[in-house]
């Protein structure tokens, strides 16, 4: 499943302590193998993205995230 987050890079008008949450939740996921999603469901139509769910749903814009290994 594709699960989106905003670049701090392209947040221009968040504050400088919520860029700093996106970049440090960004660096976390890099480094787990499984992790808990909370969401809203975006129905896409499949094209050549690597991760794509069978039924092409995403969660745009991830809003809570767990590591769980």
């Given at each position: 499943m594709i699960a989106e987050s905003p670049s701090s890079a392209y947040a221009r008008g968040a504050t400088p302590y919520r860029r700093r949450q996106m970049r440090e939740a960004r660096m976390k996921l890099r480094?787990?193998?499984?992790?808990?999603?909370?969401?809203?469901?975006?129905?896409?139509?499949?094209?050549?993205?690597?991760?794509?769910?069978?039924?092409?749903?995403?969660?745009?814009?991830?809003?809570?995230?767990?590591?769980?290994?």
């Open positions: 480094l787990c193998s499984q992790v808990r999603v909370v969401g809203v469901a975006f129905f896409d139509f499949k094209r050549s993205q690597t991760g794509v769910a069978p039924n092409a749903v995403e969660l745009r814009p991830r809003q809570a995230q767990k590591i769980t290994g």
